[in-house]
């Protein structure tokens, strides 16, 4: 899996982007965030190492996806997590599954 310069969820693109000292409202260290006002996914490079940026995208895509579907568990950081490192491991245990037939 590689992380690309942009994703789209739900028919929007987001910017993935790398910003360090990632911090949250209440001054709160960050390993990502997701933006939907500016269409942004940060991740903080410095926080992390390569696994955990993987991680991370798919945790902070999880979040725009429940977004999206106005899914109850959007702000349920625990289960986002799960969900996410779930995914990972699919992802990284079935290569082959995600390349193109063409």
Known sequence: MK???KVRIGGIDYAVEYENRLMNGGGQGLRGQ????????????NAQDEQGKKQTLLHEIMHGIAEHFDLPVRTDEDTIDKLA???YMVIVDNPDMFKSDD
């Open 34 to 45: 997701i933006s939907y006002s500016n269409a942004t996914i940060k991740l903080d490079p």
């Open 85 to 87: 490192k779930g995914l």
């Open 3 to 5: 992380i690309p310069d």
